[in-house]
Structures are given as structure tokens and as C-alpha cells.
């Protein structure tokens, strides 16, 4: 048995996420942010041995910090960390670059911060969903300043940490699911190439592969194309 926790396991891609993962065989600690969403609700109600619901704010410390104690009074270790949490702000002003900045590039900090002591018991994956809006040198667009930023920031992020935990024996997987249906700007998207049913099963593959080169920080899409880094 392997343990895996994923943010943002609410919807969008990262519920089709955990769904995929306790099909599998895997135990899930899914961060739900939203407690009036019935999903994972369903979902536990499928897999009650398998999932477990964790209430979890990636923006705030202190229910990082809360999540993290509640899944160590039931396990002893994590091997997978998965980043699935995000939003997309409607506006490009302070406000929504702090919402941005708070949940998109702190929040996988604070996620690493708080659970890498489990992690260090497991097999130390840190899995996260990234965007080719963070890629500088390949950046085209004019608007949504916030979101391309917080991506950006969260590229380097990972980066430094893959500095720092990579010779620990911590491995990194950095995916961009390309435009996906999700519900990142509050209700579901109706425009994009793929359904969150459809991103998830690769995404899966990608993060509990073990033929990937490690010692080398990658952006992997959907599609299975590298990103410059």
C-alpha cells in the first residue's frame, strides 16, 4: 500500500485524480476545500478504506499546518505529494494577485514545509501541476498577469526545492495538463481541449513512473512533450 495526498481534490482534475488513485489500489488524503461540494463524498462512500477526507486551505498556514497533523495521527509516512490546487482570479489587480500568489506558488510551499517530514518515512515523489504560462522565454500573452506570475513563481519554487531535496533521494515530477475544463475560475470551464477525465489518467502515469530522469527538473504535458525550463 502506497499513500498519496492531493490538493484541490474538491473537482476539476484534482477529484478525477484521487478517483484514479484509489482505483488503483493507492490510500488517498484528499484536501477538500469545499465542503458543500458532494463529490468526494460520493467517493468515500465507494472507497471508505481507501479515502480519507482532510480539510484543507492551501492558502492558510494554519490549515496546512492542521492537515498535515490530522494525515500523521494516520500514517506514518507519504509517498507522493501531489500539487493539484490552483485558481484562476478574474481580475489582474492586487487582490487578485495575492489570491494568486497565496494558492498557486505558496501554497506547494507550504504543502513541502509541512508534510516533508512524512515524506521523508515514504518514497519521496513531489508531484506538481505547472503551466506553460510559467515558462518565461516562451511567454506570448498580454492579460492575466496574476495567473502567468503565480506559475512563474511556482516554477522557480520547484526548482529550489529540487536543489535542495534532490540529494535527499526526493524525486519531482512538474506536469502541465494543457487547457483543461476545470473550475479553477469558480464554475466549470466550458471552453478548453480536455475534460479533468481526461487529464488525470495521464497525469498518473507521469507521477508514479519510475523510468523518468531524475536528476534533471522536467515540465511534461499531457501529450508527453518537454518543456524548457
Known amino acids: 500500500m502506497e499513500y498519496v495526498v492531493i490538493t484541490g481534490a474538491d473537482r476539476g482534475i484534482g477529484f478525477a485524480l484521487s478517483e484514479v488513485f484509489v482505483k488503483n489500489g493507492y490510500t488517498v488524503y484528499a484536501g477538500q476545500f469545499m465542503p458543500e461540494w458532494p463529490q468526494l463524498a460520493g467517493l468515500k462512500k465507494q472507497y471508505p478504506e481507501q479515502l480519507h477526507i482532510v480539510p484543507l486551505?492551501?492558502?492558510?498556514?494554519?490549515?496546512?499546518?492542521?492537515?498535515?497533523?490530522?494525515?500523521?495521527?494516520?500514517t506514518g509516512r507519504i509517498d507522493?505529494?501531489?500539487?493539484?490546487?490552483?485558481?484562476?482570479?478574474?481580475?489582474?489587480?492586487?487582490?487578485?494577485?495575492?489570491?494568486?500568489?497565496?494558492?498557486n506558488?505558496?501554497?506547494?510551499?507550504?504543502?513541502?514545509?509541512?508534510?516533508?517530514?512524512?515524506?521523508?518515512?515514504?518514497?519521496?515523489?513531489?508531484?506538481?501541476?505547472?503551466s506553460e504560462t510559467g515558462v518565461i522565454p516562451l511567454m506570448q500573452r498580454t492579460r492575466d498577469f496574476s495567473y502567468c506570475v503565480s506559475k512563474a513563481a511556482l516554477n522557480m519554487e520547484m526548482h529550489m526545492l529540487f536543489r535542495k531535496l534532490r540529494p535527499e533521494g526526493f524525486t519531482f515530477r512538474l506536469f502541465h495538463p494543457g487547457w483543461v475544463k476545470t473550475y479553477m475560475s469558480g464554475a466549470k470551464s466550458t471552453v478548453g481541449d480536455f475534460e479533468p477525465e481526461e487529464a488525470a489518467p495521464v497525469a498518473y502515469r507521469y507521477f508514479v513512473s519510475d523510468d523518468e530522469i531524475d536528476d534533471v527538473l522536467i515540465l511534461r504535458d499531457i501529450q508527453g512533450q518537454y518543456w524548457p525550463f
Request: proline letters at 6%; charged letters at 20%; one cysteine or more.
Open 105 to 130: 506558488s505558496l501554497g506547494p510551499l507550504r504543502m513541502v514545509e509541512h508534510f516533508l517530514p512524512l515524506m521523508k518515512e515514504g518514497k519521496k515523489k513531489i508531484c506538481t501541476f505547472s
Open 57 to 74: 486551505n492551501v492558502g492558510d498556514d494554519r490549515s496546512v499546518r492542521a492537515a498535515a497533523a490530522l494525515v500523521g495521527s494516520m
Open 80 to 103: 507522493y505529494l501531489i500539487n493539484c490546487a490552483g485558481i484562476f482570479p478574474p481580475a489582474d489587480n492586487a487582490s487578485g494577485f495575492s489570491s494568486a500568489f497565496q494558492v
